[in-house]
């Protein structure tokens, strides 16, 4: 998946005895200083690919061309003003890249909503920009979001008050709106010809796939029903659709804490008619429920009238394909990993994506790129190794595959290699600061353990070179839940800071193990999908004990002086942590965490229905248990707590509450806020208050020489 109080930071400096010096130190700015690649695209033609860079909270729109592919700057943004760029895609003919500024695209709600993270007293807009491959001035093209290119190049759809609008791609002319249908529209979706837009039309309880062809024809509602219909997706044609089909709202109220299916099914329709006929469903079982991984369905129309998809169905995140006219699905992928950041190449023969898998027993908590046929299961494992790579795309004439790749010791950059296999070339290696210790960085060590229901846990452990012969200990957890840790530069930008900041806390003397705890991707549906965890048992909270009990077997560990610490859904383990095991963790860092269910998202208050939730009772009581709140009295051991509050993934108010619950407690507590970022710490100087805050006061609880 998926920021606060303004208190003086002090600086980190540390006096290690004659028995604890680090000949190798570094600040944790030199470490945070890393150039972070995102928005990895390429054009339907030609060789050419973008991406945007985040270099110590500059974020820039980069381009490169085959057959060199030398990188090359194209947009000038030189402050750190936490306007982050997304959506980025260049157009078909290779002639424009267009791109969004501003938001937070990876929030919960009000994800477009602008960033004012220098409290400017004129807030910035989220806005839809272009410019040309060749170089330019960017040029405003309207205040928007999620633009979509049109195959003829000449113009952008995007999203605007929820509803569709269009401007020519140069700017020529002002936006103006497409139509205007009730409900909320998105899921823009150009015909191949570019004369036609498909979209989704939510309207809270059911959603319709709809078809706009211009102002003066009606718009086609493909096979309305009181489902939600979801990712549409055109046949190259362009005279058919592809859409996903879930449940639509209501029914009478079920049990909050019994596991469910839930269907999905997939349709195809006549695009000029809308009538559709059901291609494929789902099984009835927990795994067949819809994917909840990166891309969802992740549903395409492929070449040779395949439609591919993924399906968790098998226990694994894997890739399908089936004939568009019906037919048995063929298994694309077959081995026990998960596939995700999926993309279809241009020429539709392909898809290439990220997988933990390959020769190397390690590569379950490893990214490579792989590719299989859309229409034959012949997966291949393009970059195997010990280094990671992820996001794939082909290039438009399908010579060349774009990929971010990194190792445990170099921070992720973009790469290229030859679709028919060859030495990946690595771009923009210069534009890793002189003072980035990439040769003092450590390579984690996979450790494995086990918790006491038997669930086998992975982590990956950062043991410090030197110091002590006992060393104080920190766990890490992970937000999502649905994330994996990896034994390398994560491609998460927000992990990506996690592991630089356990490497800098490794480089200080603390041995540090970074927990992929059950809820957690990368291995297999009933370690992602597992009874009562969260809110209905927190069963996930045992592997984060079974770590710490790990910890304390290791001989060159204080068994005394393990800390805990983490954000979002790390926040509300760490919390959980100290509130339950005080006598196990001396110290904790809880970054934006949950600590009561009920307010962040189940609310299971009284209701004047007849109909009653039938566990509503036993519901209420488990999400409280399964709380912080609900054991702040055993709470005895010292916390820092971060927040941010215009945070749009975890309300401040969550943080607030324990706050005043802590401080009737009379549990030692300290607190930094940190006015107008959010989840994501969008400027680079918030970031590194948060994780030097960190690091002082684990230092300060537990770096102290023993009495």
Same mark, same amino acid.
């Given at each position: 998946?998926?920021?606060?109080?303004?208190?003086?930071?002090?600086?980190?400096?540390?006096?290690?005895?004659?028995?604890?010096?680090?000949?190798?130190?570094?600040?944790?700015?030199?470490?945070?200083?890393?150039?972070?690649?995102?928005?990895?695209?390429?054009?339907?033609?030609?060789?050419?690919?973008?991406?945007?860079?985040?270099?110590?909270?500059?974020?820039?729109?980069?381009?490169?061309?085959?057959?060199?592919?030398?990188? /090359?700057?194209?947009?000038?943004?030189?402050?750190?003003? @936490?306007?982050?760029?997304?959506?980025?895609?260049?157009?078909?003919?290779?002639?424009?890249?267009?791109?969004? /500024?501003?938001?937070?695209? %990876?929030?919960?709600?009000?994800?477009? !909503?602008?960033?004012?993270?220098?409290?400017?007293?004129?807030?910035?807009?989220?806005?839809?920009?272009?410019?040309?491959?060749? &170089?330019?001035?960017?040029?405003?093209?309207?205040? &928007?979001?999620?633009?979509?290119?049109?195959?003829?190049?000449?113009?952008?759809?995007?999203?605007?008050?929820?509803?569709?609008?269009?401007?020519?791609?140069? &700017?020529?002319?002002?936006?103006?709106?497409?139509?205007?249908?009730?409900?909320?529209?998105?899921?823009?979706?150009?015909?191949?010809?570019?004369?036609?837009?498909?979209?989704?039309?939510?309207?809270?309880?059911?959603?319709?796939?709809?078809?706009?062809?211009?102002?003066?024809?009606?718009?086609?509602?493909?096979?309305?029903?009181?489902?939600?219909?979801?990712?549409?997706?055109?046949?190259?044609?362009?005279?058919?659709?592809?859409?996903?089909?879930?449940?639509?709202?209501?029914?009478?109220?079920?049990?909050?804490?019994?596991?469910?299916?839930?269907?999905?099914?997939?349709?195809?329709?006549?695009?000029?008619?809308?009538?559709?006929?059901?291609?494929?469903?789902?099984?009835?079982?927990?795994?067949?429920?819809?994917?909840?991984?990166?891309? &969802?369905?992740?549903?395409?129309?492929?070449?040779?009238?395949?439609?591919?998809?993924?399906?968790?169905?098998?226990?694994?995140? #894997?890739?399908?394909?089936?004939?568009?006219?019906?037919?048995?699905?063929?298994?694309?992928?077959?081995?026990?990993?998960?596939?995700?950041?999926?993309?279809?190449?241009?020429?539709?023969?392909?898809?290439?994506?990220?997988?933990?898998?390959?020769?190397?027993?390690?590569?379950?908590?490893? /990214?490579?790129?792989?590719?299989?046929?859309?229409?034959?299961?012949? +997966?291949?494992?393009?970059?195997?190794?010990?280094?990671?790579?992820? +996001?794939?795309?082909?290039?438009?004439?399908?010579?060349?595959?774009?990929?971010?790749? *990194?190792?445990?010791?170099?921070?992720?950059?973009?790469?290229?290699?030859?679709?028919?296999?060859?030495?990946?070339?690595?771009?923009?290696?210069?534009?890793?600061?002189?003072?980035?210790?990439?040769?003092?960085?450590?390579?984690?060590?996979? !450790?494995?353990?086990?918790?006491?229901?038997?669930?086998?846990?992975?982590?990956?452990?950062?043991?410090?070179?030197?110091?002590?012969?006992?060393?104080?200990?920190?766990?890490?957890? #992970?937000?999502?839940?649905?994330?994996?840790?990896?034994?390398?530069?994560?491609?998460?930008?927000?992990?990506?800071?996690?592991?630089?900041?356990?490497?800098?806390?490794?480089?200080?003397?603390?041995?540090?193990?970074?927990?992929?705890?059950?809820?957690?991707? @990368?291995?297999?549906?009933?370690?992602?999908?597992?009874?009562?965890? %969260?809110?209905?048992?927190?069963?996930?909270?045992?592997?984060?004990?079974?770590?710490?009990?790990?910890?304390?077997?290791?001989?060159?560990?204080?068994?005394?002086?393990?800390?805990?610490?983490?954000?979002?859904?790390? @926040?509300?383990?760490?919390?959980?942590?100290?509130?339950?095991?005080?006598?196990?963790?001396?110290?904790?860092?809880?970054? #934006? @965490?949950?600590?009561?269910?009920?307010?962040? /998202?189940?609310?299971?208050?009284?209701?004047?229905?007849?109909?009653?939730?039938?566990?509503?009772?036993?519901?209420?009581?488990?999400?409280?248990?399964?709380?912080?709140?609900?054991?702040?009295?055993?709470?005895?051991?010292?916390?820092?707590?971060?927040?941010?509050?215009?945070?749009?993934?975890?309300?401040?108010?969550?943080?607030?509450?324990?706050?005043?619950?802590?401080?009737?407690?009379?549990?030692? +507590?300290?607190?930094?806020?940190?006015?107008?970022?959010?989840?994501?710490?969008?400027?680079?100087?918030?970031?590194?208050? +948060?994780?030097? *805050?960190?690091?002082?006061?684990?230092?300060?609880?537990?770096?102290?020489?023993?009495?």
């Amino acid at each position: 998946m998926k920021k606060h109080f303004l208190l003086p930071l002090l600086a980190v400096v540390l006096c290690f005895s004659s028995n604890r010096t680090f000949a190798q130190a570094f600040t944790f700015e030199a470490v945070k200083g890393y150039p972070f690649p995102t928005e990895l695209t390429s054009s339907a033609q030609g060789s050419r690919i973008a991406w945007a860079f985040n270099e110590q909270g500059k974020r820039n729109v980069y381009v490169a061309q085959g057959p060199d592919f030398t990188p /090359r700057k194209l947009t000038s943004y030189n402050d750190d003003t @936490g306007q982050e760029l997304t959506s980025l895609s260049i157009s078909d003919d290779g002639q424009w890249v267009v791109y969004v /500024r501003g938001g937070d695209h %990876g929030s919960n709600w009000d994800d477009d !909503v602008p960033v004012n993270t220098t409290a400017s007293p004129i807030p910035p807009k989220v806005q839809i920009w272009g410019i040309p491959f060749a &170089g330019g001035e960017p040029k405003l093209l309207a205040d &928007g979001d999620e633009p979509v290119i049109s195959p003829k190049s000449d113009r952008v759809a995007f999203i605007k008050g929820g509803q569709i609008w269009a401007v020519p791609i140069n &700017g020529s002319s002002a936006a103006k709106a497409l139509f205007n249908a009730r409900g909320t529209n998105g899921s823009i979706e150009w015909s191949p010809d570019g004369s036609k837009l498909a979209f989704v039309c939510d309207r809270k309880d059911h959603a319709f796939v709809g078809v706009f062809t211009n102002e003066t024809t009606p718009i086609t509602w493909i096979a309305p029903s009181f489902s939600r219909d979801r990712s549409p997706k055109w046949s190259p044609d362009g005279k058919k659709i592809v859409f996903a089909r879930t449940q639509g709202a209501g029914g009478a109220p079920d049990s909050v804490l019994a596991r469910k299916h839930q269907p999905w099914s997939i349709w195809t329709a006549d695009a000029t008619s809308g009538s559709a006929t059901q291609l494929w469903k789902a099984p009835k079982t927990l795994a067949g429920s819809v994917p909840t991984t990166h891309g &969802g369905f992740n549903l395409h129309w492929a070449a040779n009238d395949r439609i591919v998809y993924l399906s968790y169905q098998d226990g694994w995140p #894997h890739l399908y394909s089936v004939p568009a006219t019906g037919g048995s699905p063929l298994l694309l992928t077959s081995a026990p990993f998960m596939a995700e950041h999926i993309t279809l190449s241009h020429d539709r023969k392909w898809l290439v994506f990220s997988g933990n898998t390959g020769p190397d027993k390690l590569d379950i908590d490893r /990214r490579h790129v792989v590719r299989v046929p859309v229409d034959k299961a012949a +997966m291949e494992v393009l970059t195997p190794g010990n280094g990671l790579e992820w +996001m794939p795309v082909v290039t438009g004439d399908g010579s060349a595959v774009a990929m971010i790749s *990194a190792t445990a010791q170099r921070p992720p950059l973009p790469t290229v290699m030859a679709f028919s296999k060859g030495t990946p070339k690595v771009l923009g290696q210069n534009l890793i600061p002189g003072n980035f210790p990439q040769n003092q960085l450590i390579t984690p060590k996979q !450790v494995t353990f086990k918790s006491p229901d038997g669930m086998t846990v992975h982590g990956q452990l950062f043991e410090p070179t030197a110091g002590a012969a006992k060393k104080p200990a920190l766990i890490y957890v #992970h937000g999502g839940p649905p994330r994996q840790m990896l034994l390398g530069w994560n491609y998460s930008d927000y992990y990506a800071n996690a592991y630089a900041l356990n490497q800098y806390l490794a480089s200080q003397g603390f041995v540090v193990l970074s927990v992929n705890y059950r809820l957690g991707i @990368g291995y297999g549906y009933d370690f992602h999908q597992p009874a009562n965890g %969260g809110a209905t048992g927190a069963s996930e909270y045992q592997d984060v004990r079974a770590a710490a009990v790990w910890l304390t077997e290791q001989p060159q560990v204080d068994a005394a002086k393990i800390g805990i610490y983490g954000g979002s859904y790390g @926040g509300y383990l760490t919390a959980l942590a100290l509130a339950r095991d005080s006598k196990l963790f001396a110290a904790g860092v809880d970054i #934006h @965490g949950v600590h009561d269910w009920s307010q962040q /998202r189940y609310g299971i208050g009284p209701s004047d229905r007849v109909e009653k939730i039938p566990d509503a009772e036993q519901a209420a009581k488990v999400v409280y248990e399964s709380s912080p709140i609900s054991s702040v009295s055993t709470w005895t051991s010292p916390v820092l707590i971060i927040h941010g509050d215009d945070d749009r993934n975890v309300r401040f108010s969550q943080s607030t509450d324990l706050v005043r619950r802590l401080d009737a407690q009379g549990v030692p +507590m300290e607190t930094l806020v940190i006015p107008d970022d959010t989840h994501h710490w969008m400027k680079h100087t918030n970031a590194l208050k +948060m994780g030097n *805050a960190t690091a002082d006061f684990f230092t300060r609880k537990l770096m102290k020489p023993r009495q």
